[in-house]
């Protein structure tokens, strides 16, 4: 084998690739990226659970194939200072040259690399790639990070003929959002697992096409974005109905800044130690919203909060993390928090943003 490229054009899908590699020791060939030079030249890499096909231009002058560790092969192109870059085998070990450097960097055999599976690209659903980035990111932190409840341990996507919603529960807390003007043939759910999803994410970050193509078959996902080319497992289970756990009726309303209850919460953290509790404290008839949080090590705080507030008088207590964390995926200035009563869930959603809602359940104290 032997090709010309250039920096630009191979170091950023040898990130994509060397993030798809695996890591387990007993298989050495799963850590590295297998280079071909056929008709064209791509990139390969697989966990055995999700693998990735990356197309890059290149001057072809022998064809060819080598598969060497990605992390090893990151850092030589890191290092390289010129643009233009040669890749050649020699004695089955793959040489990389640029101006005035030089390096051998030492193959397995490749014959050992598990072919990655390549579907027939029925089904699929052609979306925009930043909405679709954008509902991923809105829900994947609400994702429980253990497989023993796999529906769970994923993000539900629903592909209709018009709309996109990605959702995603622990069973302690749910994100849903929702994406309009989705073009799909076909209406579609697809369980991602969690795991996969970040890569997901970490990809279509790092791709500049407008548009993907998604399909699911059998117990495959397929992703297509230009000259990226992801498969990955999807999860055999029904998620919850997760519609019938939402509260269709409130107690208690506020109305507030995002900022506001942003700040309160950081604050609520160093004051909470290690239960990490927030109490919220709801008198809507004297207009009084107040945050407290308390730890013998640290001491106590207890902050008013600018609100409107509306319905019963409530006093409540949550996890501080399960209520910022979803801070980042509201677009909107203000907030509002929908509470159904003590020991029952509460309902967050922007102002001006009725794509996203969470709910969140109470501590039991």
Known sequence: MRITITKHSILEPVVLAER??????????????LIEAGKDVSLRATNLEAGIRITIPAE?????????PASILSQTLRSINSEKITLKTEEGNLLIESRGTKTLIK?????????????????????PRKKFLSAL???????????????????????????LVCVATDSFRLAEKKMPGISAKESRDILIPLKHGAELSYIL????????????????????????????????????NYKEI??????????????????????????????????LHLYPKKKICTATARSSEVGEMSDSLDSALSGEDLDINFHI?????????????????????????LVIKGVS????????MPLNR
């Open 321 to 345: 993390g399960y209520l910022a964390e979803c801070l980042a995926s509201v677009e909107s200035d203000s907030i509002t928090l929908q509470f159904a009563g003590v020991g029952r869930p």
């Open 246 to 279: 939402i509260p269709k009726t409130f107690s208690t309303e506020v109305t507030l800044l995002k900022s506001d209850f942003a700040e309160m919460l950081k604050k609520a953290r160093v004051f909470s130690g290690n239960d990490q509790h927030v109490g």
């Open 60 to 68: 072809i002058e022998e064809k060819g194939i080598v598969a060497v």
């Open 353 to 360: 943003d009725p794509s996203f809602t969470y709910l969140v």
């Open 205 to 240: 970050e790092r791709v500049p096409e407008e548009s993907i193509e998604l399909s699911a078959e059998e117990s495959q996902l397929v992703l297509s974005a230009g000259s990226v080319r992801y498969t990955s497992r999807v999860v055999d289970a029904q998620f919850p």
């Open 107 to 127: 193959a397995i055999p490749h014959t050992e690399f598990p072919s990655l599976p390549e579907g027939d690209g029925k089904q699929k659903a052609t979306l």
């Open 20 to 33: 798809i590699a695996g890591k387990k020791e007993s298989l050495p060939v799963l850590a590295c990226i």
């Open 137 to 163: 990111q809105s829900v994947l932190y609400a994702a429980s990070p253990s497989m023993i409840r796999p529906e769970l341990g994923s993000v539900f996507v629903s592909i209709a003929q018009n709309s």
